[in-house]
């Protein structure tokens, strides 16, 4: 939709940055509140229940994976948080309520993606003049909270959509599962880094396709809206 590249290093930092902090600030956050709200203060005691993106920045993950990503022009850029602590023995009833703990993450990046996309449409409508970096940040927030949101989703240890498995499969297929939490950071490497080394584009099947598939009505949308402005 825009060229970001085009404006300046640092201004192409911040219009990728700043979404990617509000981004997994508030999907952590959410994991908190909703834990809360089922009965475990576990991340609120831990301060984690709460806007201050300080508390949930991973220096690596929310700093220097989506950096060296963007410097590359790797064509995606990703990011993660320090996880929010969860007891789910302390969930009023752990099986259900794990589910809407583990979704409420994904739930806030759609959330946010929606917010953002209404932004775009009023300014194309109603304030085409706006500053290219501006447009351009909004879009990337639309991006980055679509990625976060279908990655999350899938189920596959540590993402949430594993949690979301968890609860909603028999114990029989549950359990196993659940204990392949602890090689979950096995299973990312191997996806995003190890599988695009041997030709195989894992995060695009993924992903990619269909944040894409995603994007692709609202890109529709937005292309009208400017057409009807400029008539």
Partial sequence: MLEPRRMGPLLNIAIYAIPVIIAITLHEAAHGFVARYFGDDTAAKAGRVTLNPLKHIDPFGTIILPALLLLSKAGFVFGYAK???????????????????????????????????????????????????????????????????????????????????????????????????????IFVIAIFFIAPL???????????RPVAFLERPILVMLHQAAQRVQR
Avoid: Q
């Fill in 83 to 185: 996880p929010v602590p969860v007891n789910f023995g302390a969930l009023g009833r752990p099986k259900r309520d794990m589910i809407w703990v583990a979704v409420a993450g994904p739930a806030m990046n759609i959330l946010l993606a929606i917010t953002s996309v209404a932004i775009l449409g009023l300014i194309v409508n109603f304030a085409s003049a706006s500053p290219s970096w501006l447009l351009a940040l909004l879009w990337s927030s639309v991006e980055i909270n679509l990625v976060l949101a279908v990655l999350n989703l899938w189920p596959i240890p540590p993402l949430d959509g594993s949690r979301v498995a968890v609860g909603l499969l028999p114990p029989a297929l549950a359990l196993p599962l659940w204990r392949l939490s602890r090689f979950g950071l």
């Fill in 198 to 208: 041997v030709g195989v584009d894992a995060f695009g099947w993924m992903v990619g």
